[in-house]
């Protein structure tokens, strides 16, 4: 057998989350069916990770393993497995792996953004979450730095979300302004479910002038999810970037 990384993205909005469910309709149980059909073998892939159910990913990584040996030069493959997805999944590529390679625990960092609109705008209606709140950038940037400093975040995990440690390395933590629209990129070494919605929900009231520096540092000292605010609406998450080891890749 032979083990692969596929990369594809996918808009998450038509899904319950990346990962398999009883009874629920996700990414992996859509592309775990259709890798099958194309190969005529069953088929199980491992994800870098979770998603929430409305989250999206401009960038993602599976892997997966098959007894052919030739997936990555195949470009008639690639086309016939997107032929089977929905318009909302795509494969961008298939890379040979070492056999010991995993898409999930060899990745080194993972970068999200979130999207917020100022106005209504029908084409980011699933992507960015409209807010009409006047909200201050550089406060929100100040607060951000905070969490740099930090590397306990169970104030920002979801309660009995199952972790063995909440101890995470926030390497990158910024917004910007584009078109009218703030992004937040946040870079760690790995997240807890549900922190980056988490982290931007407490930081609007930040931005907003109802949350000082303080106020926030005590949060992340705290330790305590009832201490921070509440989720940012799912939909306006993306996973936009994963980092594995050159020496993973034949």
Known sequence: MTRYFIFL????????????????HTVQGVLTKA?????SAPITITGAGRTDTGVHASFFCAHFDAARNDLDGDGQFLYNLNGLLPDDIAIKKILKVR??????????????????????DPFVADTAW???????????????????????????????GGNKTNICR???????EDEGRLIFTVTADRFLRNMVR????TLIPAGRGKLSLSDFGAILLGKNRGLAGQSAPAHGLSLTGIEYPVDLFI
């Open 198 to 201: 988490a982290i931007v929900g």
């Open 170 to 176: 926030v390497t990158h933590a910024r917004w910007h």
């Open 35 to 39: 890798l099958s059909t194309v190969l």
């Open 99 to 120: 056999p010991e390679a995993n898409a999930r625990f060899d990745a080194t960092s993972r970068t999200y953004t979130y999207m917020i609109t100022r106005e209504k």
């Open 130 to 160: 409209l807010l009409y709140w006047q909200l201050d950038i550089n406060l929100m940037n100040e607060a951000a730095a905070i969490l740099l400093k930090h590397n306990d975040f169970t104030s920002f995990s979801r309660l009995h």
């Open 9 to 24: 993205s996918f808009r998450g909005t038509a899904y319950n989350g990346w990962q398999i469910q009883p009874g629920k």
